[in-house]
């Protein structure tokens, strides 16, 4: 007992011996630490580099919230051959690095960008974060549209799809919202070739979002086979643009 009591002493003096800041009350010392001290943010960076080598694989199907779907897709490119799965793959780890930078314990779904490697399959990624009590989920893709002129981002929500996303689509619809302002707010065109129009969309068919208990967004960056999306997609300084609203976003929903 004596041993436990004097560590207690010895805690309490180091905890009172630090300075000004644990002078603060709670709120405003977690803030100077960073806004997202004690959050964890899930990343999804869409597909793995090497799914188009493994279509067996690929091709398997998969839960993906009352149904089943294929594992996942190679996913698209740009025009001069510039992968998606690349292009997610340096956008997510720029918004990992600045989410850690505010605090926050960030998991990505893919820890590899390898031609030697494919998957996880879209309910390994659905349910990511779930099991761990994460705050949210950002999936992160680029799209592939050939329609004529299509470009600008959009931002996908799950719809209310009992009892698979009964639980989680007001949240998310709330940070898709979110995201769509933050990528609007770094002067990023929403995208003129989706069905609202307006840079927001609903689906039910995405094992990504029906399988997730925490709030949850995909988000199409852009259209990887429009010249100007792809001209900022393949440069750094386009990538972090994304990667700087996107991280917004996040502090914004968890405000
Ligand atoms: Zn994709």
Sequence with gaps: ?????????????AVGSGGAASALPTPERDALAGPLVGRTIVIDPGHQLGNHNFPRKIARLVPAGGFRKACNTTGTATRGGYPEA???WQVSRMLATRLRGLGADVTLTRHSNRQDRWGPCVDVRGRAGNRAGADLKVSVHGDGSTAARARGFHVIAPTDRRPWTHDIYRPSQRLARETRAALRGVGL??????????????????????LANIPSVMVELGNMRNSSDARRMTSRKGRATYA???????????R
């Design 189 to 210: 065109p929403v995208a003129n070739y989706t069905a609202g129009g307006d840079g927001v969309d609903f689906r039910s068919d995405l094992g990504t979002l029906n």
């Design 86 to 88: 690349t292009m997610v």
């Design 244 to 254: 700087r609203a996107l991280a917004r976003a996040v502090v914004n929903h968890l």
């Design 1 to 13: 007992m004596r041993v436990v009591g004097s560590l207690i002493l010895a805690l309490t003096l």
